[in-house]
């Protein structure tokens, strides 16, 4: 009974935050200061909220940790963001002593599920270190434990604007690694904008742009939806060369799988729904999804652009 009240607490914070910004999760169970329930505050370390954020310093060795329950709403990947700084951390012998947010993920039983999380870590003397990390939810996690920490031997570090939040789950946006910011971007003839969470583009010219998206390992199929249209739109010399929406599989620097089926057009066309789903081939990191005009002259547009997971291995 507590499990499913601790549930619907993050169910409905997630409520209250959707019509702005994505509700921090650090926030979902923590007292007036910011400190976890039930916790108290190490010797030397100040915990406060402000704007929505978290704010840690450790002036000795000292953790809290944080509990997240994961529930379905939130969907299958998280976002860490902050900025970190250390003064004379000196570190353990062990690798994990120094200042880092600590993340394990727990099953039903309260037994760890997935691998170990890549954490950020800091040591030494150092400025203001902005970070911003993806983590992807583990399909059986019950249960995220997070600590900002100081697992050094002496000096201090500091956590200020700590988030944690669920990501759009168009791929195509920001804070999704390689995705358009909600003010959009102008490139040349290119121009992207964000509207209620849907990418648009137009190119007036030649011209393109890959947003290169990085692959989960467990994700098994993606889906685009778009509209796209085309108005005076002159070929070049090589069959290639149109309006198009082009899709790439990689391993790092190699290619992987055969070319993915795309949307292209050439000429003037009144606007068409683009639907489609992609298979991921084994072995993908990453995709370069393109919107581009490889023609002479001739504008392309394309609207209501978004590329969600589909389908999990």
Not at 172 to 181: E, F, H, M, T
Not at 198 to 207: A, H, Y
Not at 232 to 257: E, H, I, P
Request: aromatic share 8%; net charge positive; charged share 20%.
């Amino acid at each position: 009974m507590k499990h499913w009240l601790f549930s619907l607490g993050t169910f409905l914070l997630l409520l209250t935050g959707s019509a702005g910004e994505p509700e921090n999760l650090f926030l979902a169970h923590v007292n007036e200061n910011g400190t976890p329930e039930g916790r108290k505050v190490p010797a030397q370390c100040a915990v406060r909220t402000a704007a929505g954020k978290l704010h840690i310093t450790f002036g000795a060795p000292g953790s809290l940790e944080y509990m997240v329950y994961i529930t379905p709403d939130l969907g299958n990947r998280l976002y860490l963001s902050g900025i970190m700084k250390a003064a004379n951390l000196v570190p353990g012998k062990e690798g994990w002593q120094n200042g880092r947010i600590a993340m394990r993920f727990l099953d039903q039983s309260g037994k760890r599920t997935g691998s170990w999380p890549e954490v950020v870590s800091i040591s030494g003397t150092t400025g203001e270190k902005p970070f911003g990390k993806v983590y992807s939810i583990p399909p059986k996690a019950s249960v995220l434990l997070i600590e900002p920490a100081h697992f050094g031997k002496s000096g201090s570090v500091e956590y200020r604007n700590l988030s944690l939040t669920t990501l759009p789950a168009n791929l195509l946006l920001a804070p999704n690694p390689g995705g358009i910011p909600e003010k959009g971007l102008v490139q040349g003839t290119l121009r992207m904008s964000v509207k209620n969470g849907l990418l648009n583009v137009r190119i007036d010219g030649s011209g393109n742009r890959i947003i290169h998206i990085p692959i989960d390992p467990a994700w098994k199929s993606l889906k685009l939806e778009m509209e796209m249209r085309t108005e005076s739109v002159r070929n070049g010399d090589a069959d290639w060369k149109d309006a198009r929406l082009g899709l790439r599989f990689y391993q790092g620097s190699k290619a992987v799988g055969p070319w993915p089926d795309i949307f292209r057009m050439s000429g003037t066309r009144e606007w068409q729904n683009c639907t489609r789903i992609y298979e991921i081939p084994e072995g993908a990191r990453g995709l370069n999804f393109e919107p581009a005009n490889f023609g002479i002259s001739g504008t392309v547009e394309f609207k209501n652009m978004k590329l969600t997971v589909y389908e999990l291995r």
